[in-house]
């Protein structure tokens, strides 16, 4: 049995061998002091021990060093970086931070703030990106499907058609299109007026003038008087309107109206297609009719109307023969037809052609339908029915009976006279009447021949009944028209006296002698 004094010496000896486990101090223990927390990388804070900084408590005797960003974590408090945290058994930096090119959690970037391509998480609006601005400066911006809104934040952009809020110039989805009113009056996305929505309804540009396009869409053509329609050749081009032409600045404009002024120029300026640019009466180019079609009562050039066709009184160019005219027909129950006029006839071409005067060339076939004033077609002249007893008065186109001797008359060119060798002149100082020409005389109501040389003539007769220079004398018992003198030319008196051949030598005998003795 161990005495009193052994029992202390093992006491003793018990108590050195745990006073460090009984006087240690772990984390989380109190402490008054640095010195007294025995757990290593750990440190008297507030009273009680707890892990440095740098630290994690992994268990009441043990710390750890602390986890990088991006490193696999079990529990929060482990992450190095105090902008960070153990989510998912990650050290993730916390929300509004991003890790930088430094492993170091660093505080987002707000929208159009610079920044450092590299992160994708970097900027603070999750619908942002670094990228360049107009600029060339890095900036957090809204990504291209994205679009900033009235309140700063990126929004997705609307598609094509779908409602907006005019404001924002890049709201739209397709680039090519903008927020504006609708036939509605409502603001979409819409294509913008430079381009189309085309069959994958994408805002592609509009077709220039002549270019080849699809049929379909009503807006595709980039001028808006334009269609996409088949040309000339059945291709499919971007042209103008039925009611547009295209004009010298290569644009589409309105058509012109009927007897509006015009260029020339264009074929198709003229909004009726039976009309084209010409010089109307003044000179002045407008779009009239064109010359085988008339303006009708409707205003709309039509059809000219052939020839004996029925026709309706009113427009006077409307018979396709401009010799025609709009007028009754009174062979047929005077239906309006159109017909030659009076100063024309249908010729066997069918043609109205002029009708002819009086004394002109006739077409005996056609009759007297060829002659104008109701002259008769005869022996293939126009004359008047009686030409024996008639003449035409040119001063009023008509035919008259012949005008007798010694009575008044009007012109000699009618030939009005009815004595056939008498002419209409001047008698005297007074009014022109029938008289003889010069080649006859008077006797009886009539006109008789002048006579000539050795002709029987009546003694004391007409002073004119012998020709000029003739004189009515008695040779051998009988008067006959002798030439006072001169010689006489095919009984004609020529009033030029006649030498003899003796007395022509002698003259010329006179001058010869009177020659040589000058000479002499």
Do not use: W
Request: charged share 20%; hydrophobic share 30%; net charge negative.
């Amino acid at each position: 049995m161990m005495d009193k004094k052994s029992i202390q010496l093992i006491i003793c000896l018990l108590n050195l061998l745990t006073i460090d486990v009984c006087s240690a101090v772990n984390v989380d223990v109190a402490c008054t002091n640095g010195n007294e927390c025995t757990v290593t990388n750990s440190e008297c804070t507030g009273g009680t021990c707890q892990c440095v900084g740098t630290h994690y408590k992994e268990s009441v005797t043990s710390c750890k060093q602390k986890i990088a960003t991006g490193t696999a974590c079990t529990a929060v408090g482990q992450c190095s970086d105090a902008n960070a945290d153990c989510v998912n058994n990650l050290c993730t930096c916390k929300t509004g931070y991003f890790k930088n090119t430094n492993n170091i959690c660093t505080i987002k970037i707000a929208l159009e703030s610079a920044c450092t391509p590299g992160p994708t998480d970097q900027c603070l609006d999750t619908s942002a990106e670094c990228k360049a601005d107009i600029n060339n400066a890095n900036k957090c911006l809204c990504k291209i499907t994205h679009y900033k809104d009235s309140n700063g934040a990126c929004v997705a952009k609307i598609v094509l058609e779908a409602t907006c809020t005019p404001g924002p110039t890049d709201q739209c989805l397709d680039a090519s299109a903008e927020c504006k009113a609708d036939t509605n009056n409502t603001n979409k996305c819409l294509c913008k007026t430079t381009h189309y929505k085309d069959g994958n309804g994408a805002c592609v540009a509009k077709i220039a003038l002549e270019a080849t396009c699809t049929p379909g869409p009503t807006d595709q053509c980039l001028d808006a008087s334009a269609e996409c329609k088949a040309d000339t050749n059945n291709a499919d081009k971007c042209l103008c309107k039925t009611t547009h032409y295209k004009d010298a600045n290569g644009a589409c404009v309105a058509k012109i109206a009927l007897e509006a002024t015009c260029t020339p120029g264009p074929t198709d300026q003229c909004l009726d297609t039976n009309a084209e640019c010409k010089a109307d009466t003044n000179n002045a180019n407008k779009c009239l009719c064109k010359t085988t079609h008339y303006k009708d009562a409707n205003g709309a050039c039509v059809a000219k109307i052939a020839l004996e066709a029925t026709c309706t009184p009113g427009p006077t160019d409307q018979c396709l023969d401009a010799s025609a005219e709009c007028k009754a027909d009174t062979n047929k129950l005077n239906a309006n037809k159109c017909l030659c006029k009076t100063t024309h006839y249908k010729d066997a071409n069918g043609a109205c052609v002029a009708k002819v005067g009086f004394g002109e060339v006739c077409v005996a076939s056609v009759g007297d339908g060829t002659c104008l004033y109701s002259l008769k077609c005869t022996t293939d002249k126009c004359q008047c029915a009686t030409p024996a007893s008639q003449f035409f008065d040119s001063t009023d186109n008509t035919c008259k009976q012949k005008i007798a001797l010694n009575l008044e008359c009007t012109i000699e060119k009618d030939k009005p006279c009815a004595v056939p060798m008498a002419v209409c002149k001047q008698h005297g100082s007074g009014p022109n009447k029938c008289m003889c020409n010069s080649d006859s005389y008077p006797s009886s109501n009539t006109c008789l021949a002048r006579k000539l040389h050795d002709m029987t003539c009546m003694e004391n007769g007409h002073v004119d009944e012998c020709v000029d220079n003739a004189e009515c004398k008695k040779v051998n018992d009988a008067f006959k028209c002798q030439c006072k003198n001169g010689a006489e030319e095919n009984g004609k008196c020529n009033g030029v006296t006649v030498m003899s051949p003796n007395l022509l030598l002698t003259i010329v005998c006179v001058i010869g002698t009177i020659v040589y003795m000058i000479l002499k």
